[in-house]
């Protein structure tokens, strides 16, 4: 199985600041990295995929990068809306895991 | 707008069956691979499996031998089997739809989720 780790585990920020949060994947995943946030009480919901494909509907201050086995989410100008618990997941090998998940605090 | 909706029992004895449904609506079940997942309450993620549309499946290994999951196109629904359920299986459980390009894959629609506890 491909293991996916996450850092931080959490983090406090401010409306306005850039958020970096990177996933690390133990083997080689290609371009099979997708982000997710997830809201307390609500399903997850797709903000990047293919390392750095936008989902539709998605705001222009999210991006993604990376390759190989190391992959960044960044938020650049926080908005309230934004604080939530962002995973990363590889679809490139079964079972696709998830990370342990990034919560952003205000 | 493509909708899913879990339904199922939200108790279940230890060791027997575990069964959800979810009702599709709002878009067409083809070429999509139709995921389930669950996640403990205040805990992480995990990926089920999924049936394709054209009926190939993909099981987590380490829930391979308890899990069936089937989709009935006829009736826009995606169905979840998890047999000799203990604690540990108590979760919330999603129904995902994902999509699958060149170099993607990804779970671009979910379920709200349906809290499933397993207790006598």
Redesign the interface.
Known sequence: DIQMTQSPSSLSASVGDKVTITCRASQSISTYLNWYQQKPGKAPKVVIFNVSSLQSGVPSRFSGSGSGTDFTLTIRGLQPEDFATYFCQQSYSAPYNFGPGTQVEI | QVQLQESGPGLVKPSETLSLTCNVSGGSMSYYHWSWLRQPPGK????I?YMYSSGNT?????LRSRVTISVDTSKNQVSLKLNSVTAADTAIY?C?R?YS?S??????Y????ALVTVSS
């Open positions: 992480g993620l995990e990926w499996g993909n099981y987590n290994p380490s999603y995902a994902a390009g170099y993607w894959h990804y779970l671009d979910w379920g709200q989720g």
